[in-house]
């Protein structure tokens, strides 16, 4: 199992930019892939980007393509979300996840952080 922890989340204004992070320790492997996911209040949880930790390979939700970039330090066993040009829509509890499984859902991630709040404001 691999262990998560997130970080990075706040209240910003609508178009403001915010960077998460995830911290990776554990059974941490090359061959995982590396997810965002949110979940807004009253809403399933839903993909946000993944990143392959082999090939840097990278795949967003149609709603962020183009303000969200995801990104990992595999030096620093660490995954990033930098979130431009956010929109109150973008509010939800941030979750970082891995799998070994090129899936993007929720149920094909064994591995998950406790989360971090994000909120924008309009």
């Known amino acids: 199992q691999v262990h998560l922890v997130e970080s990075g989340g706040g209240l910003v204004q609508a178009g403001d930019s915010l960077r998460l992070s995830c911290a990776a320790s554990?059974?941490?492997?090359?061959?995982?892939?590396m997810a965002w996911f949110r979940q807004a209040p009253g809403k399933e949880r839903e993909f946000v980007a993944r990143?392959?930790?082999?090939?840097?390979?990278?795949y967003y939700a149609n709603s962020v393509k183009g303000r969200f970039t995801i990104s990992a330090d595999n030096a620093k066993n660490t995954v990033y979300l930098q979130m431009n040009s956010l929109k109150p829509d973008d509010t939800a509890v941030y979750y970082c996840?891995?799998?070994?499984?090129?899936?993007?859902?929720?149920?094909?991630?064994?591995?998950w952080g406790q989360g971090t709040q994000v909120i924008v404001s309009s």
């Open positions: 996840a891995a799998s070994r499984s090129g899936s993007l859902r929720v149920r094909d991630f064994d591995s």
């Open positions: 990143i392959s930790w082999s090939t840097a390979n990278t």
């Open positions: 554990g059974r941490t492997s090359s061959s995982y892939f």
